[in-house]
């Protein structure tokens, strides 16, 4: 029986709502197609893992949500709650509640999250309560744990640069411990955008 479970966080992609950092360099229409790229590169790397139970999770209903899970085979949910926060504590949550026992969730924009990568982050959840793939500007593109942790999603100032450090501070309150996976990067910005492109 699998008990390892992946969420893969995705936005659903909405004209001049997606990856706006992006629209100055390559417009409206091109930022969203970035951002699709996105998605489906990292759909292409991490969602057939063996043995781990793997989801899709996102923003809303829409056509390109559908075609990304049937494409790849993925059961599709959508994200509810407030914020950010409470969205992934809501899906890990569910994960839990079906029976999985070590689960992780990834963003998309994060280039460097390959299989190896979320494997690691499974193997260490057998001796970490949360494990994190901290990224270089100050958040994370990985999160995961063997139970419900809500304390590590709420009062964080998400998009800042102090989302990490505030939720290994939650991790220190709680009396948890953490483990840190490699540093990752995320493509945020025009320059990010065309790192991406070079590598």
């Known amino acids: 029986m699998i008990n390892q479970g992946l969420i893969i966080f995705a936005k659903s992609p ?14 409206e229409q091109g930022a969203m197609d970035a951002h699709c790229e996105l998605v489906v590169a990292t759909l ?11 989801q899709l999770w996102v923003t809303q209903d829409s056509r390109p949500a559908r075609e990304w899970a049937s494409e790849f085979g993925l059961p599709l949910s959508i994200q509810w709650g407030i914020d950010l926060g409470e969205r992934m504590q809501n899906a890990i949550a569910d994960s839990l509640a079906g029976g999985l026992r070590r689960i ?4 998309t924009d994060c280039p460097s999250i390959d299989d190896v990568y979320v494997q690691q982050a499974l193997t260490e959840l057998g001796r970490s309560d949360v494990v994190i793939g901290p990224a270089v500007d100050g958040g994370y593109g990985l999160i995961g744990m063997n139970e419900r942790q809500p304390a590590l999603f709420a009062d964080v100032e998400w998009g800042s640069d102090r989302v990490l450090q505030q939720t290994l ?13 490699p540093e990752i ?11 991406y492109l070079a590598e």
Do not use: F, M, Y
């Open 14 to 27: 909405e004209l001049g709502r997606t990856k706006t950092r992006l629209i100055a360099a390559l417009g």
């Open 44 to 54: 292409h790397r991490i969602s057939h893992i063996a043995n781990v139970a793997t």
């Open 104 to 107: 992780v969730l990834v963003g």
């Open 169 to 181: 501070d939650a991790c220190e309150q709680a009396g948890l411990t953490s483990t840190l996976l």
């Open 185 to 195: 990067w995320d493509v945020d910005r025009p320059a990010d955008w065309q790192r």
